[in-house]
């Protein structure tokens, strides 16, 4: 049958008022179970917030004026997909008014509802709550194949809804003769985290690791066909023109063809690593690459090995894959030390982040490389920085937040103006019951209209923020901004005068 757009919308408000997993679980299944062998792979795409066309061409502006929505709903999934491949397609001459009539035809048939969904789809912002493991665990269950065969297969085709579609085909015998394929993208292996090294290798009980160095700079999978080298990013794009420093590494090796995992950084002349916006803006486009490369040169390291010669080595124990990729690339190497004791691996950590890297990853010698999710084959390990900053405004918020202040507006304190310099915002790490507390709080002290969708407070509360560290940005005044800042606790113990300065912020970065 053809999905109703209505329905899948229906089914986004469903998981995104609810946290209950298993009622995520049930909400999605339910519909991907009724979709078309043909369309399900775009249900399950949409309901993730992922594009299958990847881009549109469609920008915050070009949404900004939409016609009025429409009374009824008439829209079907396959409708909306067919209007996005149409979008993608439009190039050239006249294209902008092209996309632009395309845009409205499509938006003019949408309910407010599912105008708002769209919106949010196009522009990467909807958070409904459909998380990754909850659309797997979802197509589990609609089509009976077990957790473990759904997860390896978008593993190594790289794609969820890629998976849908063969799952709703052939079910788990088609799941399980999903294979790696050199020169398609596989998802990567993901780390856990610790907040200690200590707490990183008890779960290690004394058996062997490989503690490799974090380094703050992109993630490469890198693929070498038939002598042709491609790169792609964490998230799977491809930015092979990019980063030819990278393709000309990869080229060099011996033997054939090859898929590897590691990072690109830029280093400065002492080899301590440039600020992570550098490396980001150094591989963000590749307009003037050969300028670029010459005054902001790339480092290649290389850290797991997951086809070499013809032999695919995920399954392969950590120690192995290391054992392959010493003998492939010792001199692209990531930093590592292999060990069974603590204190090495305290020591090595310590030397790292001297050296001005993140810090260390933690990996279990005889795990296989299980990609994407987080697990304890592999711990990350990175200094943990706190400050004291002043709430300046909260935004209020949206799905299974409405009705509650959410997100916070976060001041250093400025001794030379006696007010307070903006250096981020954060809603992690807040439960249930600190959102109905700071709801409570913030519209005691809103210090501004009562009904806009930032509300700004008297700067008085004081709140406990941990960060990973400090980054320049032009966003906000500071001329800094905090790097995953998530609450800790409220600080009702200290004033805002109290509060940690712009100076002692800034000291945290980069310099």
Do not use: C
Not at 422 to 430: C, E
Not at 470 to 482: K, T
């Amino acid at each position: 049958m053809d999905v109703a757009l209505a329905d899948l919308v229906a089914v986004s408000h469903q998981v995104a008022a609810t946290r209950s997993r298993t009622a995520k679980t049930e909400a999605i299944a339910g519909l991907v179970a009724r979709a078309d062998a043909t369309e399900v792979g775009t249900v399950v795409a949409f309901l993730s917030g992922v594009l299958p066309q990847r881009r549109l061409g469609v920008g915050y502006r070009s949404l900004g004026s939409l016609p009025a929505p429409a009374a009824e709903s008439s829209l079907t999934v396959a409708e909306v997909d067919a209007a996005f491949d149409r979008l993608a397609a439009t190039a050239g001459a006249g294209s902008t008014a092209s996309r632009r009539g395309a845009l409205v035809e499509l938006m003019a048939r949408a309910t407010a509802d599912e105008q708002a969904f769209l919106r949010a789809l196009m522009t990467g912002n909807l958070r409904q709550g459909a998380l990754d493991g909850v659309v797997l665990a979802a197509l589990a269950r609609a089509f009976d194949v077990p957790d473990a065969v759904v997860r390896r297969a978008v593993m190594l085709a790289g794609s969820t809804h890629v998976v849908a579609g063969l799952a709703a085909e052939g079910g788990r015998a088609a799941l399980e003769q999903v294979g790696l394929v050199v020169g398609r993208p596989l998802r990567p292996m993901l780390a856990g985290s610790a907040k200690t090294t200590a707490e990183a290798v008890e779960g290690f009980a004394g058996a062997e690791m490989l503690v490799d160095g974090k380094l703050d700079g992109i993630r490469v999978q890198v693929h070498r066909r038939d002598g042709a080298v491609t790169v792609f990013t964490r998230s799977l794009d491809e930015i092979t023109d990019r980063v030819p420093e990278v393709v000309e590494a990869v080229a060099a090796l011996p033997g054939g063809d090859l898929v590897l995992d590691g990072e690109a950084i830029v280093l400065h002349d002492d080899g301590r690593p440039a600020p992570f916006q550098v490396t980001g803006a150094r591989t963000a486009s590749s307009a003037d690459v050969e300028r670029l490369r010459a005054e902001v040169p790339l480092t290649t390291y290389l850290f797991d090995v997951l086809h070499a010669d013809g032999r695919d080595l995920v399954d392969a124990p950590a120690l192995e894959r290391h054992e392959v990729l010493e003998a492939l690339a010792p001199h692209l190497l990531v930093p590592r030390v292999r060990t069974t004791d603590p204190a090495e691996a305290a020591s090595f950590f310590g030397g790292l982040v001297a050296a001005g890297h993140e810090g260390v990853v933690v990996k279990d010698a005889a795990a296989p490389y299980a990609a994407g999710r987080r697990g304890s084959g592999w711990v990350k390990v990175k200094p943990t920085h706190t400050l004291d900053l002043v709430v300046l405004a909260v935004e209020r918020g949206s799905g299974r937040r409405q009705g509650w202040l959410s997100n916070i507006h976060l001041g250093a304190r400025d001794p030379e103006t006696g007010g307070f310099v903006m250096v981020g915002k954060t809603f992690k790490g807040m439960t249930d019951e600190m959102l109905a507390w700071q709801t409570e709080r913030f519209t005691a002290l809103a210090d501004g209209p009562a009904d806009g969708y930032v509300v700004t407070v008297r700067p008085e509360q004081v709140v406990e923020i941990a960060i990973d560290g400090i980054q320049r940005s032009s966003r906000y005044p500071g001329g800094i901004a905090l790097r995953f800042a998530r609450v800790l606790r409220y600080r009702d113990d200290k004033t805002a005068d109290e509060a940690d300065t712009i100076d002692a912020v800034r000291a945290l970065g980069p310099g």
